[in-house]
Structures are given as C-alpha cells and as structure tokens.
C-alpha cells in the first residue's frame, strides 16, 4: 500500500472517530422539553436528558432544580424559607414558555432548554449561554451563563483576590490552609452565593449544593461564567433587585440572619495560643485593666485542655475553671474557649467512651469508625449531620457552660485532619438518608455550630457566643465567623478587609480576622494599623501564634498603647451606633462592614484595586485601610460630601484625592446627614455608661433615617418584644430632626439626649417640641493626644471638631427638633 492510500485510509478512521466521539459525547446537555407540567408557580419540565423544576419562591426569587434523574425529595442545610404566595402569570407555545412576577420575568426555550430572567422592562438580567446551557460530564453538573458585556462578579464569602472577581475561578471545599497566601483558593468556608453586576443590572445567585463546587468568572475564557459541582443536582436562586442591599435581604430571607450576639461579644477580646496556667490569664486580665484598655472577652486555645483531649481541663495549669471564670467575671470579662471536633481514640477517657457507647461517630462504608489524627493523636469525629450526634455534643458541650464559660470557638471543622485527605467513602447519617464524604464535608462546619449553639444556648439560658471558622451558607444563624490563620504581614491586613466584605455581602455580618496576624510577628506600625482597622469591624480579637513574641497592646511600646487605647476607647463609645448595626443586620441581612460596591454599585471607580479596600462601617463612616507603611495614600470619595472625622474638613464626592498618611490615625469619614448614637467611655460591657446619648448629626442635603435599638444585652427577652426601639430622621429640606416614638417595652439606659451637631456653624439655638435651647459652640474630639515621649515636649494635641451641642430629655414619646 502507497503512502496516499495509508493517507486516505488515516482520513477516513479520523473521521468514523469524529462521528462516534459526536454519537457518544462525555458531555450531556438538557436538550429539548419533551413535557411541561404547570402548577401555580411551579413548572416541572422533562428533557431529553435531564428533569428539571422551576419554582417563583417569591417576586424576586426564582429556584431552578434540575438533575438527570427525577428530582429526589427536597432537602436543604442552608435554606430555612419556603415558597412565598405570588401572583404569577405564564403562558406558553411551542417554543417557550413565558413567567411574568411584579418583580421580574424570564422565558424558557423548549429546544434545547434555556433560561433567560429579564427585568419587568425587558432588560437582560441573567441568561444561559445558548450553546452550553446546563450539561453533564459523569456525575459532574455545570450551568454556563453567558457573559454580559462589562459584567462583574462580586461576594462568594472567604475568597481571596480582588474585590471584582472577574477573571478568576474558585473552588469550594472547607480547607485547613495555615498561613495561606493572599491569593491561595480555598480556604476554610463555602458560601455559594454571588451577585453579578452589568448595565446597571445587579442579581445574586446562591447555587445550594454542598459538593465540592467550582465557579468560573471568565477564568481562561471570553464567553461564559459558569457554577457546578462533582455531584448532587442542579439547585440555584436566582434573586434580583434593583438595589444591591434588597439582594442580600432577600438572600438572608432564604438562609437565615444572625440572632442579637450578647452585647460583650462587640466588646475588645485579648487571645493567643496560648494564656495557660490560670494565673497568667489573671495577669493579662490585670494588666488590661490596669493600662485601661476597655475589654471584655479573653480566650483559651488548645493548652487549657489535658493534653489537648476535648471536654477536659489541664489540672495543672487550671485546677478551677470554675474559680477562674467567677473572677475573671468579677473583673468584667467574659471566657471563650477553643473546641475542635476530634475526640482522641483513648481507653478511659471519658468522651470517646460515650462517644462509643452511643454509637455518634462517622464511618468508613464497612461500619468501622473514621480514625484521623489532629491535635491529640488519632481520633474519632461526632456526626453532626445526626439529630443523635448532634445531641451527643450538645450534652458535652453544657459542662463548659456549667464552668463558667460564655464562648465556644469552634475550630478545625472543616474536617481537618493530618494530611488533609479525609477519604470519600466515609459516610454521614445527614439526617437519615446516608452519604459520603463528598456530600458531608462543606456542611460539617455548619452542623457543628449549630450543636454547640444549641447546647450553650439549653445550657445558658441566655445568649451564647460562637465563633466558627468552617462554613456553609446559614452559618449565620448559629455563629460569628473569622478568617483563619493569616499572616502578619500588610497585604493579609487588607486582604483580610476584603475578606470581611465579601463575608458580609454574602450573608455573614457578625465576622472578624486575626488582628495583628496569626503567624510571624508585626512590626511595631504594622500592629498599630491593625489594631486601628480592628476597631472598625464586627469582631474585635486580637490573636497570635505560638511561639510568637507577645502581641497585648503593651507589647509595641508606649505610643502604640496609647494609639491602640485611643482607637479601643472609640470602640466602646461607638457601642451604641455598632449595637444598632447589628440589629439592623438581624432585620434585613445588611452587613456592618460594607464594600463601597454595596451602595455604589454602578461606580466603576470603587473596583480599582487603589480603591477596592475601602468600606463602609455601618450607614455613617468610611474606613479607608493604608499599609502601615505608607505615608501618602489615593482615598475615593463617592457621590455626596464627606466629613474627615477628627476635624470635620468637607470633601465633595465623586473624586479622588491624595492623603497624607501617620501611623497615629487611621483615615475615617462620615457621610453627610449621618446619625451616629455614642455614649461615655466605659472598660467593659458590665459597666454602665452615663445616663446621656451623645448623639452626632452631620449636616447634609440628603435625607437619612437611623433606627436606634438597645435591649439588656443578654437575654432572650428581646425575642419576646422587651426592646426599645426609635428611628431617627434627619429631614434637611424641612429643617427637622424627629425622633419617632418608641416601640419595646424594654427603657433606655440613656435619660438624656446630648445633641452634637457637625456643620452646622451658623446655627445659634434649636427647638425641641416647641420649647428654645441654645446651643453652645465647643470643640469635641474623637481620639485622646498621643504623648511627644520626648523630654522637650508634652504631647501632640488632638485634632477637634466645631460642634454646636444643647442637652434634653429622652423620653419615650415623639421628639421634634426644629434646626
């Protein structure tokens, strides 16, 4: 045979190739609608391929299920709402059917299966791209969206990179990453929920599968973004309105929002690894005190436990935990101690013989236990997917409570394990219906704080605190969440800034990182910085590594104590505009720390990566975070007038400006027509400020509304209406300032109202229910003088703000302040 003929015969087999690889592609799309059942708001839709549901969950939610095989009986860990009653119009033909909402419509082809959401005017909100749709490789499911011109993509939770993730792909799979890079993916949470952005277009999509999942931004393509997993169904929400902060509402709706923290828990809290024996954690309780640091929590790492074997305590270095705790109470601070899930394979110990007694441990798929080796040695792990397990823990956990301790941080739960490399055919009750590994492992985090919530909360009566670093979506319903072992290094102080916001952004409001980092030690300006940003964030703590230098605020030198005391003393005052923050996050989902994308959605300029760690804290301010070393910084005003805090300077919004920069103060501004509720200096939560709101009002041209909240703090009662509750109104086009009429039956702490009031220089006297008080001109400042620590000088003044004030009562009924 000639070289031509071996040619063409080498043709024709490529082609027979072609034609069967074509017959039999790996890949398998929905393909066409061979059925259409329509009921109500529900569609139930059956493909050449596949099955699929597609359900209006409320006017501005729609569910889309779908799977190769009939739908299996719905289950979710995450979502805690049902469908809510909508009025729904739909048609169809034979091509597509047609679903109209007050809030949004979307069309689906018949052939192949597409989806497409449109705004009620006809904009394109989100829309399968056309030629991949949803497909299927094995087990493996995958929904492509087509790209939209400019489009961003923001939240995801704990994700490293820049705030826009366009461009970049994750992967969710809880993962222990000591001293992870900056950039490194995963990392210990999984919250499958972003919002994406074009047009003046934004929408969320929380894609409810506990998988090990992928999400792609355009990440080494042009054409498409696209969510899927290595197992399990098709399950996502597609949420749109037109404000970004209705989103997260409306995603919060679906997963749960945080319940009221118990008020200390907003407090400073001091931790390392670790305060061990019990005399050294006095010591540190003195020397906080005596230096006049507010706080309120300190921490106990692995060290307090009998050689790191859960539920027990070291003899040794703490022989009375109860004793400790009550003095520890006596001097206002409240004990938090470290759980992870691993109970130590021990003859006699008395957890793992319980344990083993009641049958609470996972298992390989033969029935023998999973043994994998952490902190104690090899060790066997609760299943918490079990109403049985969970029970176990809770029991365990009460013993802590019945010491004395308020705070359960729960760690390692991601499962980590030596080797990071929990085998797939371990398998989980997950609440009766076993699965593997792949199925369990993102949601153990979650199952493990809600056990230890529910025990501490049995156990407490009152409000627990909870800490987690595993997690899932609806984590918030249990417990706070902090980011890890990070780094002391500047980049991972402003990654962790990033982290917080997309953390909030993605339902997860109360959260914090490591100040100061985890591992290495900071430099003298670099801790100061930190400790500065960390007044400005949900959960306060400051935490170092073993083997570390000492990292207390003591520890930098004198000026660094008085700059971090200056910052924590601004804390404490600030704690009643941070506690209304967190109620307000309890309504609606709204995070305390706010990426400047969350009310400037549409502001190119808030994605420069100069620009991208700037946040809001609250409704008022805007931190803008500098490496410590710096001495200039690029600062982004968006649209309206903003106040520099410490001396009321008046920029315009929608420029850029060059700061200078010192490492005694952090860049802070307050938004015109703020409303920030303050109160006296005090060293802990347990003390009472005085009887006076100091309550700042910034003057503007637009209106704002503050709702004010308070409650004891602690109990439960606020569940059952004992509150106090007002909104607050600045109204500059009437001249007005109203304080509306209480609602709760719980009374303010605060009998009298200091009104402070910025910008308003040539206001000489207001009227309050008709009745004239003058106003007094002085001067207030935010932060104390930092001392010169030079023998030729005293100290370096305090900048100060011109504030015209007048005193009133508080009292329950309607307030009128006439400007």
């Known amino acids: 045979m000639n070289i031509k003929s071996l040619l063409k015969q080498s043709n024709w087999l490529l082609l027979l190739c072609g034609l069967s690889l074509k017959a039999q592609t790996p890949v398998k799309t929905i393909g066409k609608i061979n059925t259409v059942n329509i009921s109500g708001q529900q569609i139930r839709i059956s493909a050449e391929n596949a099955y699929a549901e597609i359900t209006v969950y409320s006017p501005s939610v729609v569910r889309v299920r779908m799977d190769q095989h009939p739908l299996a009986a719905d289950f979710s860990y995450a979502v805690i709402a049902q469908p809510v009653t909508t009025r729904v119009q739909t048609t169809q033909n034979e091509r597509e059917i047609n679903v109209t909402t007050d809030s949004l419509q979307f069309r689906i082809t018949k052939n192949p299966f597409s989806i497409h959401f449109f705004t009620p005017s006809g904009e394109v909100i989100n829309e399968d791209e056309t030629g991949l749709t949803t497909s299927w490789i ?30 970049e792909g994750y992967t969710n799979w809880n993962s222990d990453k000591f001293g992870y890079a900056t950039n490194q993916d995963p990392i210990y949470a999984t919250i499958p929920f972003y919002i994406g952005i074009h047009h003046h277009v934004n929408y969320g999509i929380f894609f409810d599968n506990t998988f090990q999942s992928d999400f792609n931004f355009g990440a080494s393509n042009n054409r498409f973004s696209s969510f899927g997993a290595r197992g399990g169904e098709m399950n996502y929400y597609l949420i749109y309105h037109p404000q970004m902060a209705d989103i997260i509402a409306s995603y919060t709706s679906l997963t749960g929002r945080m319940p009221m923290p118990p008020l200390w828990s907003l407090g400073y809290q001091q931790n390392r690894y670790s305060y061990y024996p019990d005399t050294e954690v006095l010591r540190i309780a003195q020397t906080l005190r005596e230096k006049k640091i507010p706080s309120d ?15 027990t ?3 040794d270095r703490f022989p009375n935990p109860s004793q400790l705790t009550k003095q520890l109470g006596n001097m206002g601070f409240k004990l938090t101690v470290i759980v992870d899930p691993g109970i130590k394979v021990e003859d006699g110990y008395a957890a793992y013989e319980n344990g083993k007694k009641e049958n609470i441990f996972i298992k390989y798929s033969d029935g023998q236990n999973y043994t994998g080796q952490v902190w104690p040695g090899w060790c066997h792990f609760p299943d918490f997917t079990s109403v049985k397990g969970r029970d176990w823990w809770k029991g365990q956990i009460k013993s802590y409570i019945q010491n004395g301790v308020r705070g359960i941080w729960n760690d390692m739960n991601e499962i980590a394990t030596w080797g990071q490399k929990m085998p797939d055919n ?8 076993p699965v593997t590994h792949q199925q369990a492992h993102n949601i153990y985090g979650l199952q493990m704080v809600r056990a230890s919530y529910e025990g501490s909360r049995e156990e407490l009566k009152k409000r627990p605190f909870l800490l987690t670093r595993a997690a899932y979506a609806g984590s918030q319903r249990y417990s706070a969440i902090w980011t890890g072992d990070n780094r002391a290094e500047e980049d991972h102080m402003l990654l962790g800034v990033r982290l917080l916001n997309s953390l909030g952004l993605s339902g997860m409001p109360f959260s914090g990182m490591d100040i100061g980092g985890f591992t290495g030690n900071p430099t003298v300006s670099l801790y100061a910085r930190w400790m500065q940003i960390g007044a400005f964030i949900p959960y306060f703590r400051n935490h170092t590594g073993v083997n570390t230098k000492s990292s207390e605020p003591w520890a930098y030198g004198e000026e660094v104590l008085e700059i971090t005391r200056n910052y924590v003393n601004l804390r404490y005052q600030l704690l009643p505009y941070l506690y209304s923050s967190m109620y307000e996050a309890t309504r609606t989902g709204m995070p305390v720390m706010r990426t400047l994308a969350l009310t400037n959605t549409f502001d190119a300029k808030v994605y420069d990566t100069r620009f991208q760690n700037q946040y809001g804290y609250g409704s008022a301010f805007m931190i803008a975070p500098f490496e410590s070393t710096k001495e200039f910084g690029a600062v982004y005003f968006p649209a309206g007038k903003w106040y520099n805090l410490y001396n009321d300077s008046l920029t315009n919004g929608n420029q850029e400006m060059i700061t200078p920069l010192n490492i005694k103060t952090l860049p802070v501004y307050v938004k015109e027509s703020s409303i920030i509720p303050m109160q006296s200096l005090i060293q802990n939560t347990a003390e009472k400020p005085s009887d006076t709101l100091f309550l700042h009002i910034y003057k503007g041209e637009q209106p704002h509304s503050f709702v004010y909240y308070e409650d004891d703090g602690e109990s439960f009662d606020n569940e059952k209406g004992v509150y106090y509750q007002r909104t607050i109104s600045y109204q500059p086009a009437n001249k007005k300032i109203i304080f509306e009429k209480s609602t709760g039956s719980y009374t303010s702490k605060f009998h009298h109202i200091k009104l402070l009031l910025h910008g308003f220089n040539e206001q000489k006297s207001i009227s309050v229910n008709g009745s004239q008080l003058p106003l007094q001109t002085s001067g207030y ?4 003088p930092i001392s010169r620590f030079d023998p030729q000088g005293f100290s370096i003044p305090a900048e100060r703000c011109a504030v015209q004030q007048a005193t009133f009562d508080n009292g329950n009924q309607v307030i009128n302040v006439d400007l």
């Open 297 to 311: 929590g300190i921490t106990l790492d692995i060290h307090y436990m009998d050689t790191y074997k859960l539920f």
């Open 781 to 784: 400042a935010f932060l104390s």
């Open 313 to 315: 305590w070291n003899k």
């Open 426 to 433: 371990v398998l989980f009750n997950y609440e009766g219906h």
């Open 138 to 167: 094995g087990n493996d499911v995958t929904t492509y969206k087509k790209m939209q011109e400019g489009e961003r993509f923001i939240g995801l939770g704990e994700k490293t990179g820049n705030l826009d993730r366009k461009g």
